[in-house]
Every structure is written in structure tokens, then in C-alpha cells.
């Protein structure tokens, strides 16, 4: 959100708070000089829903609230722009930022516009435009409701969440801060990236035999995924038939405990379109950025760095954490490796693509069979999630406080942990054996 949505969306969540919802929107419309179909469009993006301007705007709003569907589009032009920002080819920030080329010039109006059929929800536009003119939608509003309706949400936060909110706050005071959201409880994505690194670990060793084999990771990045679907489609075969930790936490939990919900909570816009992919529909309840949670937690006044820590028992390890920078998913499944099949580990090369330019270069690469390396890993975003387009703190900032988390964490290697034992054994897998089996891994497949 630039300052003028961000400092909207902080006053609609005080109002919601407060009471004074619908006194606020109506007045906010009520202003002569208003443009009533942005100013509109752009709150109900802001409530997460998408609600078009008439007499009824504030009592449809309300209701698209209480009723909202999880099956949406995420980014939006709310507006025309001047396109002032063209370079000298003609090319908005917008278009130059899209991996996928979906931003496009209408001929007749000679204004930009987003194809349905190209775009992937990623939201580098959104971070891309200099005029507020491209939104995604804000969930927050609707997750109030679910807040005050449900006993039992759980906070499921990416290993980048580290620093974001203070360079001293700790994870515990951070799941402090959740509970006084409403939030049952707070849990590290983390844990569920090294259910995936074991899979991973498997996978390879099962895969690469020899010297022509390769196997491309499907964790962590939507972008990498929806490059590999839209533009590499024949190298789909290669790719590791894994969720994403996000996905992996929802479906764990969920497992665990039918009734919970849950909520994520990381750097990325992309991670909103994932949520609301067709085979992974109600997995994850509502994703919220950095940004915004920031933006929540300034308005209600919750201080992390002023609260007392909320313990839980250590479950991830530095291997899980780490996977919230580029590289760290080659780190994981290379110490897995080393650990189950250490005959394997000499065989093994990784690569890993830094941001969208990168990405494309080593699928290209890969695709006229011109790369050595057998295991290969993208980060959509230079320096992977900890540069997310809603991350707080400058990728450079977040990568190293990221690794001093992960290089003191209690646990090093994921196989190593009881509570993993514990969890899997929760879930049916009484052994490492068990990752082998298509039948007891169903939880973590997913078929691009």
C-alpha cells in the first residue's frame, strides 16, 4: 500500500474496532469533491472484497464482509493512470515489473490494463506503481469477524518474519502480539518446511541417479511455480510434486484439529492468489502481509518490542528457517541429504535463481540442457522472501537477521527433532520410511 491507502486502511480498521464503521465509509463518500467509483472501490478493496459504488455501497459493503468468499481475484487496477512513468520504450513501471507480461496497453484508449488470462496474482505491480493505481485485496476486515466468531485461528508466520517488526523482537513476543490480535495461537511455517525437506531429500534421492537427471524444488515461491506452469510447461515433469510450507501448515494443522482455522502471514501478495488456487481451496483461511499486519498493529496500539514473551517449546530448525532467503532450500535439502543417504551427497549441485530475471535465465538454461547443477531452486524475489514485495526491513537487513535466528535455533537439523517425530506420528508417518509411501504423503502432494 503506498501512504494514501495505507493511512485509509489504518482509520476503516479503527473505525471497525471502534464501532463507527459505517458512519465513517458514509461520511468518507459523502465529500463533494470525491470521486465516489475509485474512493469506493478502493475501501472495499481495502475490506478485501469487491464491492461497486451505489446508494447501497455502505450496507453492501457490510454485507460482502460478513459474507465474504474466499474464491476472488487479488490484484486489481482501481484507476486509470496518466502513465507518466513510461520509459523511453513506452513501458510503465508496471509492465516492466510483471514476470508474465499480463500488463498490456488497450490500442482504443491508450491506457494500460491487466489480462485475466495472463496474470497470476503475483503483485509486483502493486509494489511497482508509483500512483496507488494497482490494489490487492486487504483480508484483514473479514478475518475481524472470523476473530470474534471462532475460538480456535492460528497464526502461521514465514521464517522471514524475523526483524520485520523490530530488530530485537523475539518470535515469543511476536505470538504475544497475535493473542492480543485474538489469535489462539502462533506457529513457524518453519516446522512444515522441514516436513518438506525430508521429502524433498527423498525425492532426490530417488530421482537423480545419474548424470543427465535433475529435479527442480517446488517450495516456498508462486512465482517460480507460475513461471515453470505458464512459461517453461515442459519442464513440469521435473518438478517436485510438493505444497508449499504455507500449504503444508494449513493441511498439518488442520489435520490435527478439523475445526481450526488458520491465517498466514508473510512478505508476499502471490501468496493470496495461492490460498485461492483451485485444489487448495480452504487450506489457508486469510493471508495478511507485513505490511499490513504493521499497519494493524500501529493502529491498535501493540507494541511487540514492549511485550512480555509467550514460550512455546522449540519444533523448528535452522534448516525450516532458512528458507525464507534465496538459497535456503538448497541449504535444507542439502543437509537432509547428507544425514539419509550420505553416499548421495557427493552427487548433488544446486543452483538458485535471485529474483525474476535470474529465474527465467536458469529455467532457459535448463530447458537447452545448458546447466551442470541436479537441484534447482527460485526465489521470485532478490533475496527471496526476506525481499518480498510487503516485506519492512530491506532484504540485505532481513537476510542477516534471518540466518543469526537460524544459526541459534535449538534444533539444526529437522530429522533430529522429537517434535517432529511426534507430529508425524500424529499424522499417520511413524518413520522416515513413511516419505516414501505416495499413500501417507498424500497431505503434502500436489500434482502442477
Avoid at 534421492?205 to 506452469?229: A, E, Q, R
Avoid at 538454461?365 to 522472501?385: S, T
Wanted: aromatic share 8%; charged share 30%.
Amino acid at each position: 500500500m503506498n501512504n494514501e491507502h495505507g493511512t485509509l486502511f489504518k482509520s476503516l480498521v479503527k473505525a471497525y474496532y471502534d464501532d463507527t464503521f459505517e458512519d465513517m465509509v458514509a461520511s468518507l463518500l459523502s465529500k463533494e469533491d470525491t470521486n465516489k467509483e475509485y474512493l469506493s472501490k478502493t475501501i472495499s478493496f481495502l475490506c478485501g472484497v469487491d464491492v461497486d459504488y451505489d446508494d447501497n455501497f455502505v450496507q453492501n459493503l457490510k454485507k460482502a464482509i460478513a459474507n465474504y468468499e474466499i474464491r476472488h481475484k487479488i490484484v486489481h487496477k482501481v484507476r486509470e493512470c496518466s502513465m507518466d512513468c513510461a520509459d523511453e520504450s513506452g513501458k510503465t513501471m508496471c509492465q516492466k515489473s510483471c514476470p508474465f507480461d499480463a500488463i498490456l496497453v488497450d490500442k482504443n484508449t491508450n491506457k494500460t490494463y491487466i489480462s485475466l488470462d495472463r496474470c497470476t496474482d503475483c503483485g509486483f505491480c502493486v509494489d511497482a506503481c508509483p500512483t496507488g493505481s494497482i490494489l490487492d485485496k486487504v483480508e484483514f476486515i473479514p478475518l475481524l469477524d472470523l476473530l470474534n466468531k471462532e475460538n480456535l485461528v492460528i497464526a502461521a508466520v514465514a521464517p522471514s518474519i524475523i526483524g520485520q517488526f523490530g530488530e530485537n523482537v523475539t518470535i515469543n513476543q511476536l505470538r504475544t502480539a497475535f493473542k492480543m490480535l485474538g489469535f489462539a495461537d502462533m506457529v513457524e511455517v518453519a516446522f512444515f518446511a522441514d516436513m518438506l525437506t525430508i521429502k524433498e531429500a527423498i525425492e532426490f534421492d530417488h530421482l537423480v541417479n545419474k548424470v543427465d537427471d535433475f529435479m527442480i524444488t517446488s517450495c516456498c515461491c508462486p512465482m517460480w511455480i507460475g513461471m515453470l506452469k505458464k512459461l517453461f510447461h515442459e519442464l513440469l515433469p521435473h518438478v517436485s510434486p510438493s505444497v508449499s510450507p504455507m500449504i503444508a501448515a494449513g493441511k498439518v494443522l488442520k489435520e490435527l484439529n478439523p475445526n481450526c482455522k488458520v491465517v498466514f502471514i508473510g512478505p508476499c501478495i502471490a501468496k493470496k492468489s495461492e490460498a485461492k488456487e483451485e485444489d487448495l481451496i480452504g487450506v489457508i483461511d486469510y493471508v495478511l502481509t507485513y505490511q499490513e499486519l504493521k499497519d494493524i498493529f500501529d493502529t491498535l496500539e501493540i507494541h511487540p518490542q514492549k511485550l512480555e514473551e509467550d514460550f512455546a517449546t522449540e519444533y523448528a530448525s535452522r534448516e525450516g528457517r532458512l528458507y525464507g532467503r534465496t538459497g535456503g532450500v538448497s541449504i535444507a535439502v542439502t543437509e537432509a541429504i547428507k544425514n539419509l543417504f550420505p553416499n548421495k551427497a557427493k552427487y548433488l549441485k544446486a543452483i538458485q535463481g535471485n529474483g525474476v530475471k535470474e529465474c527465467r535465465e536458469i529455467l532457459t538454461k535448463l530447458k537447452e540442457g545448458n546447466i551442470e547443477a541436479n537441484f534447482i531452486e527460485g526465489m521470485g524475489c532478490v533475496g527471496g522472501c526476506v525481499g518480498g514485495p510487503k516485506a519492512i526491513l530491506p532484504h540485505e537487513k532481513g537476510r542477516k537477521l534471518l540466518d543469526e535466528f537460524a544459526d541459534n535455533s535449538d534444533i539444526s537439523v529437522s530429522i533430529d527433532s522429537d517434535r517432529m517425530k511426534d507430529i508425524l506420528k500424529r499424522i499417520g508417518m511413524d518413520s522416515i520410511e513413511d516419505f516414501k509411501n505416495k499413500d501417507k504423503i498424500k497431505i503434502f502432494l500436489r500434482d502442477f
